[in-house]
């Protein structure tokens, strides 16, 4: 139920601000009658689960962004360190890092946030640990994704996902 | 006279002079790195630093809040979409055995020399 407000918000929210007609009672109505038959579509294909909508990480997760933004900011300046240096210290390096979230949410958002970090990608992802390539020794630093980790797997906490 | 305009201006210049370094860095990194999982790090400047510091700059430039308000739906959606396809051909290079180069020698696994 909480999943079906939050996705009817979200839409309602969307379709507000692409169409930007509030004034319009035709064209509102309309937009009404989308976000219903979406809705509709969404619960009657299973859709409402912590995996499409994952209302359970909502208002931590925005947090989360913000303190990523500064990660991937803080990583963007070593790899163009490297990529316009004369000679590039390269040195690739493959981790498996454990994964310490619960649900396919949280395991999604970690390995985006690896990948997003400019310098590591995360190329495999197999049952237990995920497989992560890093560009130098620096960025290969295991610490610092573990600690990403236990910031995702904090967002899980109460509800799951 | 310093206006607020001014300092808009001043301030979207400045992004999109950043973030245009940004997206020339990436390329430049693309073709100096060795191998192909190096490449996509500095694909990753591109995706990251450069999409979203023009975007910034673009939204200090927007005539309404709806505008403004679109552009940050533009850079939330690069933001959750770009890691996926980057992953997508990662895996894909992975998958098909492509091996990365590692160590600072840059060794392939069974190269001997």
Same mark, same amino acid.
């Given at each position: 139920?909480?999943?079906?407000?939050?996705?009817?918000?979200?839409?309602?929210?969307?379709?507000?601000?692409?169409?930007?007609?509030?004034?319009?009672?035709?064209?509102?109505?309309?937009?009404?009658?989308?976000?219903?038959?979406?809705?509709?579509?969404?619960?009657? %294909?299973? !859709?409402?689960?912590?995996?499409?909508?994952?209302?359970?990480? !909502?208002?931590?997760?925005?947090?989360?962004?913000?303190?990523? !933004?500064?990660?991937?900011?803080?990583?963007?300046?070593?790899?163009?360190?490297?990529?316009?240096?004369?000679?590039?210290?390269?040195?690739?390096?493959?981790?498996?890092?454990?994964?310490?979230?619960?649900?396919?949410?949280?395991?999604?958002?970690?390995?985006?946030?690896?990948?997003? @970090?400019?310098? @590591?990608? @995360?190329?495999?992802?197999?049952?237990?640990? !995920?497989?992560?390539?890093?560009? @130098?020794?620096?960025?290969?630093?295991?610490?610092?994704?573990?600690?990403?980790?236990?910031?995702? %797997?904090?967002?899980?906490?109460?509800?799951?996902? | 006279?310093?206006?607020?305009?001014?300092?808009?201006?001043?301030?979207?210049?400045?992004?999109?002079?950043?973030?245009?370094?940004?997206?020339?860095?990436?390329?430049?990194?693309?073709?100096?790195?060795?191998?192909?999982?190096?490449?996509?790090?500095?694909?990753?400047?591109?995706?990251?630093?450069?999409?979203?510091?023009?975007?910034?700059?673009?939204?200090?430039?927007?005539?309404?809040?709806?505008?403004?308000?679109? *552009?940050?739906?533009?850079?939330?959606? *690069?933001?959750?979409?770009?890691?996926?396809?980057?992953?997508?051909?990662?895996?894909?290079?992975?998958?098909?055995?492509?091996?990365?180069? *590692?160590?600072?020698?840059?060794?392939?696994?069974?190269?001997?020399?």
């Amino acid at each position: 139920m909480v999943r079906t407000i939050v996705l009817t918000l979200a839409l309602t929210g969307l379709w507000l601000l692409l169409s930007g007609y509030y004034d319009k009672p035709l064209l509102l109505g309309f937009g009404a009658a989308s976000v219903i038959l979406c809705v509709y579509l969404a619960h009657r %294909a299973r !859709m409402l689960d912590g995996e499409g909508v994952p209302s359970g990480l !909502m208002p931590r997760v925005f947090f989360y962004w913000w303190w990523l !933004m500064v990660e991937i900011g803080k990583a963007n300046l070593t790899v163009a360190r490297q990529a316009i240096a004369i000679e590039p210290a390269l040195s690739p390096k493959l981790l498996k890092i454990v994964s310490p979230t619960r649900s396919n949410a949280g395991l999604a958002t970690f390995a985006n946030s690896i990948t997003l @970090t400019p310098g @590591t990608v @995360t190329v495999d992802l197999e049952p237990g640990y !995920m497989l992560v390539h890093a560009l @130098t020794e620096d960025l290969a630093d295991e610490a610092a994704i573990n600690d990403m980790g236990r910031r995702v %797997a904090a967002l899980e906490k109460g509800g799951g996902a | 006279m310093i206006t607020l305009d001014l300092v808009r201006d001043i301030a979207s210049w400045a992004l999109f002079l950043i973030g245009g370094a940004g997206v020339v860095i990436g390329a430049i990194g693309i073709v100096r790195f060795p191998d192909f999982y190096t490449r996509l790090h500095a694909a990753g400047i591109t995706d990251t630093a450069g999409a979203e510091l023009i975007l910034l700059g673009m939204i200090l430039q927007a005539p309404s809040w709806l505008v403004a308000a679109k *552009l940050v739906f533009v850079g939330f959606f *690069l933001f959750m979409t770009s890691p996926v396809s980057t992953h997508a051909i990662a895996h894909a290079a992975w998958t098909v055995g492509l091996r990365p180069m *590692l160590g600072p020698d840059l060794k392939r696994e069974g190269d001997d020399q």
